[in-house]
């Protein structure tokens, strides 16, 4: 079984800054790929950011150079810096591990609020 473990969402105001963070615990094998995803009210979960075990990074377009993700291979996490955080940002935030055993796993989510 794998436990992904997030933290770090909260409230801050517009163009503030959050660490969102992720834990991958269990039976996960070699991890290929890291996500984050987000999914605001109504709308559809969207792709953030992913990295490769190599280090190459993606990214939507509407958090290019604002969001930069990072991962720690030896403590099989994974984290999201936000910088010049907009309301539109506000959505939870899920972390998203494919392991070699595991497959794909899912966080429970943290949520991030962007509002004066």
């Known amino acids: 079984q794998v436990q992904l473990v997030e933290s770090g969402g909260g409230l801050v105001q517009p163009g503030g800054s959050l660490r969102l963070s992720c834990a991958a615990s269990g039976r996960i094998g070699s991890i290929n790929t890291m996500y984050w995803y987000r999914q605001a009210p109504g709308k559809q979960r969207e792709l953030v950011a992913g990295i490769t075990s190599g280090g190459s990074t993606n990214y939507a377009d509407s958090v290019k150079g604002r969001f930069t993700i990072s991962r720690d291979n030896a403590k099989n996490t994974v984290n999201l810096e936000m910088n010049s955080l907009k309301p539109e940002d506000t959505a939870v935030y899920y972390c998203?591990?494919?392991?070699?055993?595991?497959?794909?796993?899912w966080g429970q989510g943290t949520q991030v609020t962007v509002s004066s």
């Open positions: 998203r591990v494919v392991g070699s055993v595991s497959g794909s796993s």
